[in-house]
């Protein structure tokens, strides 16, 4: 049977195996991430975002130049500003990731 005292090693055994656990889901988390980093080529969102922010900053500006501006009013542009620029990243990752995929004997050459 076991006693009072193996039940603290226990536990401890327990927190040290589930913060091994954690340290090993949190390197993982961390791989996938720089790995999505450098497969999206980051600095071609750049482009994206300046064109999507400044395009919604024009339609935000007439429209409200247009009509009776309110907090309701701007605060629905930013919310479809903030849909809109998520959707443009997202297809940005999405071309640019088949680029990669798809131009690998392209770029052996082009890029040695």
Avoid at 29 to 34: P, Q, Y
Avoid at 38 to 43: A, E, G, I
Wanted: proline share 3%.
């Amino acid at each position: 049977s076991a006693s009072a005292q193996d039940e603290p090693r226990t536990a401890a055994a327990d927190r040290a195996g589930a913060t091994a656990t954690d340290a090993r889901l949190w390197r993982r988390i961390a791989d996938f991430a720089n790995n999505l980093y450098l497969f999206s080529r980051p600095h071609t969102m750049i482009g994206t975002f300046v064109s999507v922010v400044s395009v919604s900053a024009l339609a935000t500006r007439y429209l409200i130049a247009a009509t009776t501006a309110d907090a309701a009013l701007i605060g629905s542009c930013a919310a479809a500003t903030a849909v809109a620029l998520a959707c443009a990243l997202l297809v940005n990752v999405y071309i640019v990731g088949l680029n990669q995929l798809c131009d690998v004997d392209v770029d052996r050459i082009n890029k040695p």
